[in-house]
């Protein structure tokens, strides 16, 4: 089970963390996405659990920072110099393997989070 919080309405330039818990911390491979009304679900950014492998959409590299804490089993994504653009509802999700890139199908992803609003405006 993967429960996400943190969203909320920022201004543009502002920051927001999400967190994702999850129930069965294994070394799997966890990624953010989001999925703007009208638009495609995209991931932003993955990261292994229990490794330090990540990696970033172009859009967000360099603003946006994918960490975990195993003691806490959570996943975290630190968003900064947030953009109108960024406004969407962000899932976290589970893939099937340990290693996973922004480019992994959505179908290889079995566990999905009820997801987080963020609006930047």
């Known amino acids: 089970q993967l429960v996400e919080s943190g969203g909320g309405s920022v201004q543009a330039g502002g920051s927001l963390t999400l967190s994702c818990v999850v129930s069965?911390?294994?070394?799997?491979?966890m990624a953010w996405f989001r999925q703007a009304p009208g638009k495609e679900r995209e991931a932003v950014a993955t990261?292994?659990?229990?490794?330090?492998?990540?990696d970033y959409a172009a859009s967000v590299k360099g603003r946006f920072t994918v960490s975990q804490d195993a003691t806490r089993k959570t996943v975290y994504l630190q968003m900064n110099s947030l953009k109108p653009e960024d406004t969407a509802m962000y899932y976290c999700?589970?893939?099937?393997?340990?290693?996973?890139?922004?480019?992994?199908?959505?179908?290889?992803?079995?566990?999905w989070g009820q997801g987080t609003q963020v609006t930047v405006s």
């Open positions: 999700a589970k893939h099937t393997e340990q290693f996973c890139g922004v480019f992994s199908p959505a179908s290889e992803y079995n566990n």
């Open positions: 069965l911390y294994i070394n799997t491979c």
């Open positions: 990261v292994s659990l229990g490794g330090s492998r990540t």
